[in-house]
T-cell receptor, first 115, second 112 residues
């Protein structure tokens, strides 16, 4: 079984400041990692994913994440946030890509960008 | 990636009635779809796996007789909440797995 811990439930930040949303996972087998964003009353949208290869993954909207196997982490970063980045962010892990639906989600981090 | 729609986007019903929620994969043939529920300020909880042409697979603790799932075609899965009660009020989201998951926009169910 795998588990996901998002270390911060809420992250307030000022506009144009950098931000990091932290995600740690545990699993007895190799996993694939995902970050999703959810705007109010909407479904989830994929920000980025790590399947293999380079540990630094770039996604949409200027976000990037780094897979650190030794620390079992997959932190999400953005160098300069906008008001429109205010949303809920979920980290997820899954054992195989073909079984991507069987993901385990973290509890979410609420990112609030203030002017 | 797959484009997924859900209908209705929100529904309000009286306690004891049944509500059907549709999940459609608009451009991708989905032999599998997933149904989640999400309570306010909480994460997604996988309820069941919808399998085209066969019975759904329910996660532990999910009542299969209460949450009826039908996956009659490669583009449509339905979730019927039977005899709904206020505690069933939630945000229901479906997804289509491909290289990743593609989520529908969700259905807000409120049971009075």
């Amino acid at each position: 079984a795998q588990s996901v811990t998002q270390l911060d439930s809420q992250v307030p930040v000022f506009e144009e400041a950098p931000v990091e949303l932290r995600c740690n996972y545990s699993s007895s087998v190799s996993v694939y990692l995902f970050w999703y964003v959810q705007y109010p009353n909407q479904g989830l949208q994929l920000l980025l994913k790590y399947l293999s290869g380079s540990t630094l993954v770039k996604g949409i909207n200027g976000f990037e994440a780094e897979f650190n196997k030794s620390q079992t982490s997959f932190h999400l970063r953005k160098p300069s946030v906008h008001i429109s980045d205010t949303a809920e962010y979920f980290c997820a892990v899954t054992r195989t890509v073909s079984n991507a639906g069987k993901s385990t989600f973290g509890d979410g981090t609420t990112l609030t960008v203030k002017p | 990636g797959a484009v997924v729609s859900q209908h209705p986007s929100r529904v309000i019903c009286k306690s004891g009635t049944s509500v059907k929620i549709e999940c459609r994969s608009l451009d991708f043939q989905a032999t599998t779809m997933f149904w989640y529920r999400q309570f306010p300020k909480q994460s997604l909880m996988l309820m069941a796996t919808s399998n085209e042409g066969s019975k759904a697979t329910y996660e532990q603790g999910v009542e299969k007789d209460k949450f009826l799932i039908n996956h009659a075609s490669l583009t449509l899965s339905t979730l019927t909440v039977t005899s709904a009660h206020p505690e069933d009020s939630s945000f229901y989201i479906c997804s289509v797995p491909d290289d990743t998951q593609y989520f529908g926009p969700g259905t807000r169910l409120t049971v009075l």
